[in-house]
């Protein structure tokens, strides 16, 4: 009895053309949808007066506003799902050999991949086929590694002042403002602007330990300016040695009644360290209170890789030789932006364009509907319909066996195997080379 699957097979190979059509059509949504975009966007930042290519859409509360990018990332990752889909169907289509191209590998002694994605294919596939096949897997590469930077989130830095103050600060108590140079005056300015919050009550009182998480961040989006109140140092002479590093104005700390300002210092130190003398930053160095090497001005260890994780008792937290009463720190609105990069726009509809003619051109010309053997399937129909002398008797034949022979036609007068049932894991149906590969190109992505 004769059996043929011929027409079974010819339907299948018009269902690879329709499910490159479906792929054009979804690759087709996805552009637009990018077009229009990049369209709105480009409008709306050219409108507000922005001219460079990366530019702020929406400004918020810095919790919404990172809730709102998160939700655009899931949905951006969704649609490059669906794009990276489509694109490789196709390739594992265009690169799934024929029946003359796997007729000509077996005379030669050589075998191809059927059912899977295939590198090894392309070099006995249609050249022009090939073409196609790069075309879609370059395509991919940008939009894999662009798609998700296109909406950014900017958070604000505080670049906060540290007032080192007696307590009679937080009382109201005036501060010395004849020894303060001329070029601080805009300085002092600021400072009785925030001692008259301090007595509004528009500052939030912390404890030693509470003080000391809400400032050792590098980026500080959520405070601003800190007043830490101090008890009078147990050593002037030690305590100016710290303050006078970075501090800003006149320095007291025998004679505080003579100004309620002990110091004010910038958030982070600037210092030189090394033989090379390398300027490195170390933020909310204040917290430490670690004096100056005198060869360098290096502290060691420095505060932001965390020496600041000594401090958390609040028994212990001295600056100088100062004891922390407590801090009191100015919560200012955080606002944050959603920018987005138009240029990466731009570049995803550009590689997104190529894709879908390049999944056009697949999908509308005879690359598919010559009977590729995308399935193991289409091959079982094939072979059925139309016996390969060359693979005659070799049925049973192991991956193992052909692997190791130069040439099949050294098979062709073997002797009839039976078949002995075994359990096999799936994961020996890969080699090994194929899980390495694969495993290494997770790993970079």
Known sequence: MEISLKSGHKGGCQQVGDFAMMAAALTFVILLINTIIAVVFTSTVRRSGYSGCIAPVHVGDCGAIKSLATGIHILINIVNTLLLGASNYCMQTVSAPMRKDVDKAHARGKWLDIGIPSVRNLLCIEKKRVLIWLCLGLSSVPLHFVYN????????????PVLLVDESFVRGEPFDKDN??????????????????????????????????????DVVYDRANVVVVLDPPENCHDFKSFTTGDGLGPQYCEH?????????????????????????????AWICSLKYDEAFRSRLPKCSDGAWKNQMSPATWTIGTARVKYCLSQQPKAQCQLKV????????????????????ILATSNLVNREPLVTIGDAVASFIDSQEQSTKGMCLLSCAEVHSSQKLDEYQDIPAVVYKPQNSRYSVSVSLRRWLLASILRGFS
């Open 149 to 160: 930077s296109i909406f950014i989130v900017s958070t604000p830095h505080h670049l906060y």
């Open 180 to 217: 303060w140079s001329p070029f601080e005056l805009g300085l002092v300015q600021s400072l009785q602007l925030i001692q008259e919050a301090v007595q509004n009550d528009e500052y939030e009182r912390l404890a030693p330990d509470d003080c000391i998480k809400a400032y050792a961040k």
């Open 256 to 284: 505080p009644m003579n100004g309620s300002i002990y110091a004010t210092l910038l958030y982070s130190s600037s210092l030189t360290a090394g033989a090379l003398m390398t300027d490195v930053k170390d933020y909310f």
């Open 341 to 360: 990069a138009l240029n990466l726009i731009y570049v995803v509809v550009c590689f997104n364009a190529l894709k879908f003619v390049t999944i056009v």
